[in-house]
């Protein structure tokens, strides 16, 4: 194997193309030929390391007027052309529609695909046309990676037989932060400004542990989804009058720094794939409360009670508990902290590359 073509739609700021990025810089690095092939550039995106050429394949201008059916037909056939073209060793997918296209694509191509599912099946891979598209574009499937075990269940057997489950790659920024001398009387969560991450729940929640401790306050970083979130956290902050202790800090580009100091981090999804935000508070040591949603990512990279407190999705009274029992005892939060940090020894970036990169040379050999 010595060439790799990665597809999704865009390398715009997100869980998938995070990945994705770093994998297509390792395998340059590591002397192999990539490419990533997108659909459209977005505004504001992940850079990639100069040896990994980026090829548009998605619409042109002329094709934006056609009706959606048609359009779906062009997608698929500007990236068979580039297979054809450039006769890579592996195709790559990343995501829903990244997969079909895939799949579709490299039919009658000899050329074996590897895909990736990165988000909950449930609700997501449930669609009419799913139903059509996975009996028929399945079968061709040489390999799949998954994220967590609760997502490769919701597949047929033959695909959970012939896939791996590997862990997403942390950020080196994250990893060797020192342990802060002393822990401010903070609570963070980082994560855009999105529907199903369930922020109302949390300021909510925090209304409560702050009546009980009130020099404790609260930031969440995080960009806004334009989902009308941001709109509906601003309001609740007005109603609980807590514009002194509730804080919206917007995206930041330096959470190593903004969150290794904070009392602790709060996870409260109502589901996720496997959340990049959560292994970063793991990688920086601090105490966590997190929801174990489905499909499983908090509970695939930390244990209850061992690195962190797990607790059911939308149960607020259950998050209060576990805030206040952070803030209370503060033994407990430094060693579940310092517990968290080797997640580092199995998502480190070298680690993960050398599981995808065997992988890959397995079902390419």
Known sequence: ??????????????????????????????????????????????????????????LTKEDEHRNRIVQFLLRVKYLRRLLKQERPDILVPFARRAIYRGLMAALFVKVPVLI???TDPVGHYEEWSDKIQIPLLFPRVNGCVFQTQGAREFFAPRLQTNSRIILNPLNPKYIGVPVPAKRTKTVVQSGRLVDFKNQPMLLRAFAKVHAKHPDYDLKIYGGDSFDGTREILENLIEELQAQDYIHLMGASNSLEKDLADAALFAFTSDWEGLPNALMEAMALGLPIVATDCPCGGPRTIMTDEVDGLLIPIKDEKALIDGMNRLIEEPELAQKLGMEARKIADRANAETIYEQWRAYMEELCG
């Open 116 to 118: 990736s599912i990165r």
């Open 1 to 58: 194997m010595h060439k790799i073509i990665f597809h999704l739609n865009c390398l715009e700021q997100g869980g998938a193309e995070r990945v994705v990025t770093n994998l297509a810089n390792q395998f340059a690095a590591n002397g192999y030929e990539v490419i990533i092939a997108t659909e459209w550039f977005g505004e504001n995106e992940f850079e990639t390391d100069e040896r990994v050429r980026r090829i548009h394949v998605g």
